[in-house]
């Protein structure tokens, strides 16, 4: 594998809302353009080379939205998962999604269970989605796990019991919309992540920005702590 291109590449799409604000549009519109946007873009990074694309649509935090907005997310997600489930297959990417999906209604979490099942066994790469995901609360979860299991763990065995169990950490993460924070977001996973932040709100951030994020990401010198060459 070229160590030019990551093998996991890791986006907290921030920015929807103030698209549409700027478009005076309702926060509603920038969700969807951001679900354009994620759709083309994960296949752009998948064609890049990566095999890993994790994708923070939803943190725990964000159930505390106002609950209409939240219902407008559960319709998109219904939809989205309805509409990309077979293109995934076909394409070869497995769907898998991370988080507490307690949080969310009872059908939309089985149409990604189906969404998960029908796309077992792709080739290509796996695509993440990370869905009422809080890194903290993974974390503590997997403590008490260990803990009622009366298990001492060690690195390794402690990110086998993580939600992420059996992905490589991201090399790369994005964020765009402007914050540079993790914001809850894979704190355990990304010790050594390459961090990039754009101002670019998340409808806006294009293939070609993509690209520019690649470009930079290839310049780093990745030392995990070590002295460099
Ligand atoms: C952050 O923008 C974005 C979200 C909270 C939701 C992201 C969801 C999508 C892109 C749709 C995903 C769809 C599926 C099926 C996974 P914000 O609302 O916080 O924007 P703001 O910071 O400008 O207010």
């Known amino acids: 594998m070229d160590e030019r291109i990551p093998e996991h590449v890791a986006i907290i799409m921030d920015g929807n809302g103030r698209w549409a604000k700027k478009r005076l549009l309702p926060r509603s519109a920038g969700h ?3 679900m ?9 990074i998948f064609d890049r080379g990566a095999k890993w694309c994790t994708l923070y649509a939803l943190s725990t935090e964000n159930f505390n939205r106002p609950e209409e907005e939240l219902e407008g997310l559960y319709s998109l997600f219904r939809e989205y998962f309805r509409k990309n489930t077979v293109a995934l297959k076909k394409k070869g990417i497995v769907l898998r999604v991370v988080g507490n999906l307690g949080l969310l209604p009872e059908d939309v979490r089985e149409i990604i269970r189906k969404g998960e099942e029908e796309t077992q066994g792709g080739l290509r790469g796996t695509l993440v989605l990370a869905i009422g995901y809080g890194s903290r ?3 503590v979860a997997a403590v008490n796990r260990a803990v009622r299991e009366g298990k001492e ?5 402690f990110s086998a019991l993580l939600s ?12 765009t919309g402007k914050e540079q924070r993790l914001s809850n977001f894979l704190l355990w996973q990304s010790a050594y992540t390459e961090l990039y932040f ?20 290839a310049l780093r010198e990745r030392r995990f702590g070590k002295v460099g060459k």
């Open 137 to 139: 609360q993974e974390i």
């Open 36 to 44: 354009n946007r994620m759709v083309a873009l994960s296949e752009h």
């Open 32 to 34: 969807r353009a951001g």
């Open 164 to 175: 992420t169990e059996g992905m490589p950490d991201p090399d790369l993460l994005i964020r």
């Open 153 to 157: 763990v060690n690195e390794e065995s």
């Open 198 to 217: 754009t101002e670019k709100l998340f409808p806006d951030f294009s293939d070609k920005d993509f690209d520019k994020a690649l470009e930079e990401y």
